[in-house]
């Protein structure tokens, strides 16, 4: 299973930033040292074109980002420092989910370790989001002809608000070539919650059973009304409980229940599946405890969605 990294995807932060920006790096370790991915199937992209970047963002924007003149406010809205690490990172990211949708429609499954930055917004960052690595490839991989129709899988606890925004949820279906359907938590960030073609929201504190049973209602049925040349599986392990951001509450075992119904469904419909990474937080920091025993839970979260689809793909 070929997979996008590059050690750029970790930049600096300050300390006792929630960002756990280290999971990328500690990610890819698991998955090689596991023997899910092997060195040979890590593919290091390039940094995305500004022209790609245009698709869907506005050059206002992109200019104060390449040049460290985004306003305080979108600075705060973003949740990151701005910094020319900060802003290559970003670009690689976008690459390698451009990267992997086409080596998925190739091989029939392949990924991001990173990627799902599902909040930006054509004008401005959010939430950790600073480019919409989403709607960049697939306006991408349309645009050249690629493919006509994607689905947008988005089982992040947070709606995604960005990718509802680019590809205009129900009213521009199937015109728009892009049908997004978000399971998420209700109550949760962001607060407006422009609409995804199906918006599946859920209260606090919905565990296992409820969820995927959630999952099995709206899954199969977005498949059928998207029939879609490619699934991208935004798969947030920020439901599961505890996670710092979260507020939902799936075991582990539901974690791996989710992502294997998610790797099996999808396989069984014929369509090829992009993974993605998207949130995960782990819990708070403790005083005196090691930031990189939350990266390595974070990262082991993520690790379970490349588990199932080895296991599901071979």
């Known amino acids: 299973m070929r997979v996008s ?3 750029g ?9 929630p960002f756990p920006m280290a999971k990328f790096a500690v990610l890819r370790d698991r998955l090689v040292a596991e023997g899910v991915i092997s060195e040979s199937e890590i593919v290091a992209p390039r940094e995305a074109d500004w022209a790609d970047l245009l698709l869907v963002h506005t050059r206002r924007y992109l200019d104060a980002l390449a040049a460290g003149a985004l306003t305080k406010a979108e600075e705060r809205r973003m949740g990151l420092p701005w910094s020319p690490a900060l802003v290559r990172r970003s670009r690689l990211a976008v690459q390698g989910t451009l990267n992997a949708c086409w080596m998925a429609l190739h091989d029939g499954v392949a990924g991001n370790l990173a990627g799902g930055t599902h909040h930006a917004m054509p004008d401005r960052p959010e939430g950790f989001c600073v480019l919409n690595d989403v709607a960049v490839a697939l306006r ?8 006509r129709r994607a689905l947008v899988v988005d089982l992040d606890v947070h709606q995604g608000n960005g990718n509802a925004a680019f ?3 129900a009213r521009a279906w199937p015109a728009g070539g892009v049908y997004t359907l978000s399971v998420h938590g ?3 960030f962001p607060f407006d919650k422009p609409p995804s073609t199906r ?3 859920l209260p606090d504190g919905t565990g296992d059973d409820a969820y995927l049973k959630a999952l099995a209602r709206h899954l199969p049925a977005a498949l059928a009304e998207a029939e879609p040349d490619l699934v991208v599986y935004l798969g947030g392990v920020d439901v599961v409980a505890g996670d710092r951001f979260g507020r939902l509450a799936l075991s582990r ?4 229940a989710r992502d294997r119904y998610v790797c099996e469904t999808v396989r069984a419909s014929g369509a090829p599946l992009c993974l993605l990474l998207s949130g995960g937080y782990a819990a708070r920091r403790e005083p005196g405890q090691a930031p990189e025993t939350l990266y390595a839970e974070t990262a082991d979260l993520h690790a379970t969605m490349y588990r199932q689809a080895k296991a599901v793909y071979g």
């Open 9 to 17: 995807y970790v930049v600096p932060l300050p300390e006792r930033h």
């Open 186 to 188: 209700d109550k949760n």
């Open 140 to 147: 991408s991989l349309r645009r050249a002809g690629w493919l």
């Open 167 to 169: 590809f205009g949820g």
């Open 199 to 201: 918006d599946v929201p």
């Open 253 to 256: 075992a539901g974690l791996a």
């Open 5 to 7: 990294y590059h050690d």
